[in-house]
């Protein structure tokens, strides 16, 4: 599985910016997607989730600030990000997982895009 993200970029404090994570699979829907971030010098951190079911979890210092969705009929999850700060710097990854009929992890990484959030 392929994933594709795009729609970095920089971005003033307070602004707002939207991830976007293709997936080249057919069976994106039954695939938990979340968006990871990893700033220069810190360990890669789980930012939110949207599961197969469509629930959703964000980490704390994100809530209220971003929203996670999907699209299956597009193949394609979306990170909303607003009320942006420096702090929210980092290379944002997309993963999607699943499990396989026999019981066998699938764990695929995009690219990452990077988002830089000036004052």
């Known amino acids: 599985v392929l994933l594709v993200e795009s729609g970095g970029g920089l971005a003033q404090a307070g602004g707002s910016l939207r991830l976007s994570c293709a997936g080249s699979?057919?069976?994106?829907?039954?695939?938990?997607v979340g968006w990871y971030r990893q700033a220069p010098g810190k360990q890669r951190e789980l930012v939110a989730t949207?599961?197969?079911?469509?629930?959703?979890d964000y980490a704390d210092l994100v809530k209220d600030r971003f929203t996670i969705s999907r699209d299956n009929a597009k193949k394609t999850a979306y990170l909303q990000m607003t009320s942006l700060k420096p702090d929210d710097t980092a290379v944002y990854y997309c993963?999607?997982?699943?499990?396989?009929?026999?019981?066998?992890?699938?764990?695929?990484w995009g690219q990452g895009t990077q988002v830089t959030v000036s004052f």
């Open positions: 993963n999607a997982r699943t499990r396989a009929f026999g019981g066998q992890l699938l764990d695929y």
């Open positions: 699979t057919i069976s994106f829907s039954l695939y938990d």
């Open positions: 949207v599961n197969s079911d469509s629930t959703t």
